[in-house]
């Protein structure tokens, strides 16, 4: 199965021909999900001991098994937080997967990890951190988080009155669902400010204020958001920073999906306090426009990090050793193992240059606005909240929770657009509301004007 003959070079013109098609085709079904049984009556067994051909195979992905997924970049899915890569980060994600880079070590992946240092380059520079921070790819933003909360625990466990204790962090009920995920994997507490909307200095004060004395030793760091995503609400950065410098805490700030909008020069004032962060998380594969799975993690001291992550093995010295000397990605975050994720995002930022970055990204700004306003003169529907960064919550008038369920599942069922509810934390409960979030700059008023319709 190794072995090059026609047959392979036939199935390699299929499997370019359908690349070419899906890359510059400029309409997609929207895809709906079938039952694990519906498609196993479609495509019958296809693992078995002598094979079912590749033609045969790629047939069964074509007619029926593509068609049973959501593409992340149809203009109008709007749920969740979508994606929308670029053309060109798409094409250089099959150059990737062909030249078969291990992306851990320079002495394998030089040429690779380069190309990846300087797309990371222009992400650093986004923060306005001081020089010498620096950054990795990461699967993504749960990755990212979890790198650098061990990170700063490790720091923190330098100082030997910590070895022996299950350390302590702050963030808000409005993080995202990863912040907790990788505490429990990181085996640590987590203590959640109650409020959903901007977590301010303040908030802050009054928690740390209020922890008793056994908390107050455990706490090493605190998670602000920049941009969360649920809503799009960035955190005090400023007032945050100023209480973790005066508290000596790590200060983190997830950015997966609103560290993007630091290259839109309409809202970076609102991550302010940023460049005062000790370790960020941003997702090039949300607002930078490069193909899952693309997250990056950011450290203010890179070299805490390398304290942290370095693995220790025999067959691992050789990467060490002087004439292998190079900047090593696994050093930096948890996995040892990893594919130089960060390829695409440097052809695509090569190709197009950083200023049709910015110009994508306001784009996504300006349609949160424009849906804002569309809403305001819909008497059917009124705002939750004011549009934050590409988020938009909005209500129905008179709806109940089953009637945004129902609504959803019908237009999707349609194949018209995926657009979810979520929930917003109203007084002591929850209210179920619907929400956009745009990414994709080819989505259209005309996009956001039929959706709502659908609701009157």
């Not at 606005?369 to 004011?386: F, S, Y």
């Not at 179920?432 to 994709?440: A, G, K, L, Y």
């Amino acid at each position: 199965m190794h072995k090059i003959d026609i047959d392979l070079i036939e199935m390699t013109l299929d499997v370019m021909k359908y690349a070419i098609g899906r890359i510059s085709a400029t309409e997609h079904p929207i895809g709906k999900p079938k039952k694990y049984e519906e498609l196993k009556e479609l495509v019958g067994e296809t693992v078995t001991e002598k094979g079912v051909g590749g033609e045969y195979a790629f047939n069964l992905w074509k007619e029926y098994l593509s068609k049973a997924n959501v593409p992340v970049d149809h203009p109008r899915n709007l749920a969740f937080v979508p994606a929308s890569p670029t053309r060109a980060a798409i094409m250089f994600d099959l150059v990737t997967s062909a030249s078969s880079i291990h992306g851990a070590y320079w002495m394998e992946g030089a040429g690779g990890i380069f190309c990846e240092n300087e797309a990371m380059k222009w992400i650093v520079s986004l923060t306005g951190l001081p020089e010498g921070a620096f950054g990795v790819f990461t699967s993504g933003g749960t990755a990212a988080n979890l790198s650098a909360i061990v990170t700063a625990r490790e720091h923190w466990r330098e100082d030997e009155t910590y070895k022996r204790e299950k350390g302590l962090i702050i963030t808000s009920i409005g993080a995202h669902s990863s912040i907790k995920a990788m505490a429990k994997v990181a085996d640590v507490d987590i203590l959640l400010v109650d409020s959903e909307e901007r977590l301010t200095g303040a908030d802050l004060r009054k928690t740390i204020d209020n922890l008793n004395f056994h908390q107050r030793k455990r706490l090493f760091a605190v998670v602000a958001t920049g941009g969360t995503t649920n809503a799009g609400i960035i955190d005090d950065l400023e007032g945050i920073a100023d209480i973790c410098e005066k508290e000596n805490i790590w200060f983190h700030v997830d950015a997966a999906y609103g560290g993007g909008a630091l290259a839109a020069d309409s809202v970076r004032h609102l991550f302010n306090g940023i460049e005062r962060a000790d370790s960020i998380t941003i997702d090039p594969h949300k607002w930078m426009f490069s193909p899952y799975d693309c997250g990056a993690v950011i450290y203010k001291k890179p070299e805490l990090a390398k304290n942290a992550h370095s693995q220790q093995g025999s067959y691992l010295d050789i990467f060490k050793d002087e004439g292998a000397h190079g900047f090593n990605p696994t050093d930096y975050q948890i996995q040892l193992t990893r594919r130089v994720r960060g390829l695409p995002l440097w052809f695509s930022l090569a190709t197009h240059g950083t200023d049709r970055y910015k110009q994508s990204v306001e784009r996504g700004i300006e349609l949160a606005q424009i849906a804002g306003k569309m809403i305001e003169e819909n008497p059917h529907v009124e705002l939750v909240r004011e549009p934050s960064l590409s988020c938009v919550l909005y209500r129905r008038k008179g709806w109940k929770p089953e009637d945004y369920t129902h609504w959803t599942y019908e237009n999707h069922k349609k194949g018209f657009a995926l657009v979810t509810p979520t929930k917003w934390k109203n007084g002591d409960t929850y209210e179920t509301v619907s929400r956009f979030c745009f990414i994709n700059p080819d989505t259209t008023e005309e996009d956001i004007r039929l959706i709502l319709e659908t609701m009157n």
